[in-house]
């Protein structure tokens, strides 16, 4: 039995952690968080020059994807919060995951607020919201969404978590493979 892949991706400081951990309270079934963040606060301490640093980026999404894939395929249920902020990304992904078994959620927020929230956080690279906001929903295709400029995490996990018995077919993640394939990618 493969798990099923619960894929928040917007913006940073868009919400997707704060509706990740709210879904682990309302879901039913047992579901395992695996922010991205985590994987990078995995990586050493060190400064890493700036010339190596895509280098290193690159290979730590590539291993993260593939752990997600690798908890699923072991009949784990994942919560993923991601930014689709590069094409080989979501290429990466279409790959590795089952397409079946994918919700890709799209976590939407105003660049205003998303801005709010990285002053407020003080964790983030000034600008990082604004630089992704174009690019991470640029693929268009979603099975659910939801906007947390003025709706509560608490309320967008159950929005998700009462979508999901009502899952599509084809999913977003079966419709973006095929177009993937289709085109060559």
Not at 3 to 30: C, D, M, Q, W, Y
Not at 33 to 43: C, K, L, N, Y
Request: glycine share 6%.
């Amino acid at each position: 039995m493969h798990g099923r892949i619960i894929f928040l991706n917007g913006t940073s400081s868009s919400g997707k952690s704060s509706i990740a951990r709210e879904l682990l309270h309302v879901l039913e079934e047992p579901y395992f968080h695996m922010p991205v963040d985590a994987f990078h606060r995995m990586r050493t301490s060190r400064e890493i020059d700036a010339e190596r640093l895509p280098e290193v980026l690159h290979r730590t999404w590539r291993g993260y994807h593939r752990a997600v894939a690798g908890m699923a395929a072991a009949g784990n249920n994942v919560v993923v919060d991601h930014v689709l902020s590069e094409d080989w990304r979501l290429a990466d992904c279409l790959g590795l995951f089952d397409p079946r078994e994918v919700v890709l959620v799209g976590v939407r927020c105003s660049l205003e607020e998303t801005e709010r929230r990285e002053r407020e956080r003080g964790d983030r690279p000034a600008g990082l919201a604004a630089r992704q906001h174009a690019r991470v929903h640029a693929h268009g295709v979603y099975d659910v969404e939801c906007d947390t400029t003025a709706t509560s995490a608490a309320d967008c996990a159950r929005a998700i978590a009462a979508f999901l018995p009502r899952r599509p077919s084809p999913t977003a993640f079966e419709r973006l493979r095929a177009t993937a394939e289709v085109s060559g990618r």
